[in-house]
């Protein structure tokens, strides 16, 4: 059965449906939209050779016109260059301001698409399609859009709210398990920093939900949509709250700019990440030994890792100060002061940093 949340935005609110086949409610999501102009159908190579057709019919259901755009899968791909050959394509094609993007794909797709669509003709509606649990539980909500820089990850985007987001979870069906789990890490994530009863949902539903028992996987997933959708209604452009959805951010992305992005994937990280965030919410004396295991048997259960002995630990303190959340010198540290619930510091000294990475060796 279908569902329906909204993100409360005022005027840029808008639905996420989620269940089995909600890909059905495309036509009437983009009626509601109105634009009349060509619709841009960005995917990438996976993702587009085994559902761009299923989607392309609903699009053309409506009346109006498709253009598909393929990019490279991958995260290498999501850079600048790339969004000159989506506006290209549709440029090309004849798309403008009447014009609607739709994102089929996981979050590189997401990001990229929403993108576009924040500059194309200086802006243009967008609507998300996520098929991987990363996209589905965090990247398609919310509007964060972008592309790296070889300097910086995400450090060229806008924040671009989609006019609806539909998550289908059949899609889910072909996502290679890898990719499963590193997502599920960003669900657990959810539960440590704001529901204790989602953390140990996804602690006794393991099983089921690495078997893909696709309505085991909807309850973190519409959980985590519920807890983001509030966290963005109270705090859009991130000036506070919405800053704890970063919990093992700092640390996980200093992980991937020091493998290059090469080893781990973003929720693998993130996985260790949240290790080391554990560690230091235990060195701070806020939670005890006992959150720390329960955490990392979690992403145990999840085959996710919680050590990396090699960990470069002058390499990562470096490269945490490159990472963009840094605010005149300043880095943000999430951490838990119990099981669904965590604050913010920006009093931890480079020690407490340094020992906290070394936890995690
Ligand atoms: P991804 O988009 O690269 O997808 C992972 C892989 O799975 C790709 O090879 C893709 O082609 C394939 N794939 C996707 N869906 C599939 C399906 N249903 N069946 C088979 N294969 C499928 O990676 P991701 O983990 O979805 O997203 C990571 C990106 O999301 C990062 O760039 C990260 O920065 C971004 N992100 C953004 C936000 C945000 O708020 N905007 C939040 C979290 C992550
Ligand atoms: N992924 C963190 C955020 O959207 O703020």
């Given at each position: ?245 970063n919990?093992?951010?700092t640390f996980?992305h200093a ?62 303190m470096?490269?945490m100060q490159k990472d963009k959340k840094v605010r005149a010198g300043t880095l943000k540290f999430i ?9 913010q510091r920006t009093d931890i000294t480079e020690?407490q940093a ?8």
């Amino acid at each position: 059965m279908a569902m329906q949340l909204d993100v409360a935005l005022g005027e840029r609110a808008y639905p996420i449906y989620i269940g089995e086949g909600t890909l059905e409610r495309l036509t009437d999501a983009i009626n509601a939209v109105g634009q009349k102009g060509t619709i841009g159908l960005v995917t990438d190579s996976n993702v587009g050779s085994l559902y761009a057709e299923q989607v392309e019919a609903h699009i053309t259901a409506t009346g109006r016109k498709c253009i598909t755009h393929a990019m490279p899968a991958g995260e290498a791909n999501k850079r600048l260059a790339r969004i000159e050959e989506i506006c290209g394509t549709f440029l090309d094609a004849g798309l403008d301001r009447s014009s609607l993007l739709i994102a089929l794909g996981g979050g590189v797709v997401g990001d990229i698409t929403g993108f576009a669509a924040s500059v194309f003709m200086r802006g243009i509606p967008v609507i998300q399609i996520p098929t991987t649990i990363v996209a589905q539980v965090d990247s398609s909500v919310g509007g964060k859009t972008g592309v790296n820089h070889p300097l910086s990850k995400n450090s060229i985007g806008a924040f671009h709210q989609p006019q609806a987001v539909i998550i289908d979870m059949t899609l889910l069906k072909t996502l290679p398990e890898r990719e499963l789990k590193a997502g599920l890490a960003e669900a657990i994530k959810h539960g440590i920093i704001a529901d204790a009863k989602l953390f140990d949902y996804m602690v006794d539903n393991a099983a089921k939900i690495l078997d893909y028992d696709l309505a085991a996987i909807t309850v973190p997933v519409q959980r985590s949509c519920e807890i983001k959708a509030a966290i963005v209604a109270e705090d859009e452009k991130e000036h506070g709250v919405r800053a704890n959805l970063n919990y093992g951010h700092t640390f996980g992305h200093a992980i991937e700019a020091v493998t290059e992005y090469k080893v781990y994937l973003h929720g693998e990280a993130i996985a260790l990440g949240m290790c080391a965030a554990a560690a230091l919410s235990l060195e701070l004396r806020l939670v005890d030994q006992t959150f720390v295991d329960q955490q990392k048997a979690c992403f145990e259960a999840y085959g996710l890792p919680t050590r990396w002995p090699d960990l470069p630990v002058d390499a990562c303190m470096m490269a945490m100060q490159k990472d963009k959340k840094v605010r005149a010198g300043t880095l943000k540290f999430i951490v838990a002061d119990r099981m669904g619930h965590v604050v913010q510091r920006t009093d931890i000294t480079e020690a407490q940093a340094r020992a906290a990475l070394e936890a995690i060796r």
